[in-house]
């Protein structure tokens, strides 16, 4: 495999995606790659998104990072040779605002604190707002109403975890994304360094502060009866055995952070990365009275910075991004030369196919051809799909027109639920709740489980500008799994579309024609040579698209009728080869 860095290619790699978790398929990548083998799937995908599994994690199904060394439990440097010899490039996650408390910076800073390297690598809370807030009862400062109202949160309450230091104090650290506290049961044996502690008596202590932790009650509020004399010493023994579970924010001041930006780009590059989505960059750049999300200029300076370090080791980046359509952020970022994430195309894809119209759909590619917009585009993917994109913005100085109204995005919300979808919401600095962010759902199931609905989704999905990025479960039609989104706890929404395929489903789903069909139209779309060119619209009916790609003699049409789903494409390639596929 090529490890060499080469000149960054600002056009993007032609070809189709596959995306899923590095143990989609079966057990291990070993499995899925068995399957890549197989004749049926021979010149389907050309590129392959990994998930984060892929490296060593704890949390969110691998977003949050201990490090970047492969993940034996999954991966073997076999897999990676094979995907090499059989022409897929990868793309991997950097997630640039945080690093899971499993880490060695964050556990170095736990256990020497003011003495860690890694003491600033994180973002202390206090030495951040020192001069924008008052010091609270509880120990952190709380930002001034203006400042606070200012930040977007992911969850209700501040974004701060605790952190014990060795020296007993207890400091805020900033926490965007998932925290969890937990306290390890003591034995009598671990008061025997409190002295006049009898055994009897460490034994009704253990017993007292065992129930406190079992039911997750305050140990501020441990009443240990007539014991009481040794509350302090018992709490600083139980605050002994704290461990956390989280994802801690990176301090991107830190020249630290930043050349592990640059190691891990390396990293990755040597793994066969010719893609790298940035992940919750949009979080990183944190500034005193300025928004948390994508403030400017910071955020602008921060990308520049990445893409230089990308630039060196020859790879491309993709920024990820959510928001509504009405802050023109996706045009931003396209402007500064970064291709996007094209998230609004599912939700357009729901309505154009249940309302039977081409309208909204078709505005949309009229921008991205019109202003030369590079995107990745997909219908499921390992997180919800997007509605809120789809908004057009309140604020004075935004648009205020979306890809959709509010009450046509309702009905694509109300449309989906009523079909078994799960909901993420967003929240205020109060806790209360603001909006929805996504629908969690299989896209199969988001479209009523309806096959002829599904393959014409792909089919538009194909004839769309940019990358394909197709999710495994989508391919295999899967269903809504709402045993797993049930028993799934926090984050649990999003197991619904997370189901681990085995071999012999995918054996099962090699039969049936929704998958063989689907396939068969992503093997024209990665070896067309019309898709290596441009794409005209043509002009029809308010309930068809008819849509054409051509380059150097070869084509590629779709006729689609969005009302019955019914759809042809007629192609022919440079050597003069010729075909018509119709559905049904």
């Known amino acids: 495999m090529n490890t060499q860095a080469t000149p960054m290619n600002r056009e993007l790699p032609k070809g189709v995606m596959l995306n899923a978790y590095p143990n989609s398929i079966g057990e291990t990548l070993s499995d899925l790659v068995s399957m890549l083998e197989k004749p049926e799937l021979a010149g389907a995908f050309s590129l392959f998104y990994i998930l984060p599994t892929f490296f060593n994690s704890d949390l969110d199904r691998g977003f949050s990072i201990i490090d970047y060394d492969l993940n034996d439990e999954f991966i073997s440097q076999n897999d990676l040779d094979a995907l090499d010899k059989l022409g897929i490039r990868l793309k991997f996650d950097l997630v640039l605002n945080h690093l899971s408390v499993g880490s060695h910076q ?11 390297p890694y003491k600033n690598f994180f973002i202390d809370w206090n030495e951040f707002w020192h001069t924008h807030g008052e010091t609270g009862a509880e120990g952190y400062i709380e930002p001034k109403k203006e400042f606070l109202d200012m930040l977007f949160m992911r969850k209700p309450g501040l974004p701060i975890l605790k952190v014990r230091f060795p020296d007993g104090t207890e400091r805020p650290y900033w926490n965007t994304f998932y925290q969890e506290v937990n306290y390890q049961p003591i034995g009598p044996q671990d008061l025997s360094t409190i002295p006049g502690i009898e055994p009897k008596q460490a034994e009704e202590i253990t017993a ?13 509020e441990i009443d240990l009866g007539k014991s009481f004399a040794y509350t302090q010493e018992v709490i600083s023994i139980v605050e002994g055995k704290r461990s956390y579970l989280g994802q801690m924010d990176l301090n991107a001041n830190s020249e630290g952070v930043w050349d592990f930006y640059d190691e891990t780009l390396e990293k990755l590059r040597n ?39 990308a630039d060196r080791h020859g790879l491309i980046l993709l920024p990820e991004i959510h928001s509504e359509y009405g802050y023109g952020l996706h045009e931003e970022v396209a402007g500064k030369g970064f291709p996007i994430y094209d998230f609004f195309f599912p939700g357009l894809v729901i309505d154009a196919l249940d309302q039977g119209r081409n309208e909204p759909l078709l505005r949309w590619i009229g921008e991205l051809l019109g202003k030369k917009i590079q995107t990745v585009n997909m219908l499921g993917c390992h997180d919800g799909i997007p509605v809120l994109d789809l908004k057009g913005s309140d604020l004075v100085g935004f648009s205020d027109k979306g890809l959709l109204s509010n009450e046509e995005i309702d009905t694509v919300i109300d449309r989906v639920l009523e079909r078994g979808g799960r909901v993420k919401n967003l929240y205020g600095p109060d806790g209360k709740k603001i909006s929805y962010y996504q629908i969690n759902a299989t896209f199969f199931s988001a479209l009523g489980e309806d096959e002829q609905k599904l393959l014409l989704a ?31 706890g926090t984050g649990g929404h999003k197991e619904i579309n997370r189901t681990t395929l085995t071999l012999s489903d995918i054996e099962a789903g090699l039969g049936k024609a929704i998958v063989r069909d689907q396939l068969t139209l992503i093997k024209l779309r990665n070896r067309l040579p019309a898709f290596d060119g441009e794409l005209e619209v043509s002009e029809t009916d308010g309930h068809r698209l008819h849509l054409t790609w051509k380059h150097k003699g070869s084509t590629a049409t779709l006729q689609a009728n969005l ?22």
Do not use: C
């Open 106 to 116: 964050f556990q170095d800073m736990l256990k020497y604190g003011d003495e860690s």
């Open 208 to 220: 007292i502060v065992n129930q406190a932790i079992a039911t997750r009650k305050n140990l501020a």
């Open 271 to 309: 793994y066969g990365a010719t893609l790298i989505r940035l992940d919750a960059f949009a979080y990183l750049h944190k500034e005193p009275g300025m928004v948390n999300f994508f403030n400017k200029p910071g955020t602008w300076e921060y990308l520049e910075r990445l893409k230089r370090m």
């Open 458 to 488: 792909r089919a538009i999905q194909l004839f769309m500008p940019g990358i394909p990025q197709v999710w495994y479960l989508d391919l295999f039609a899967g269903k809504n799994d709402y045993a797993a989104a049930d028993k799934g």
């Open 563 to 584: 009302r019955d789903h019914d759809f042809t494409i007629a192609y022919e390639d440079t050597a003069g080869e010729q075909g018509t596929l119709s559905y049904p």
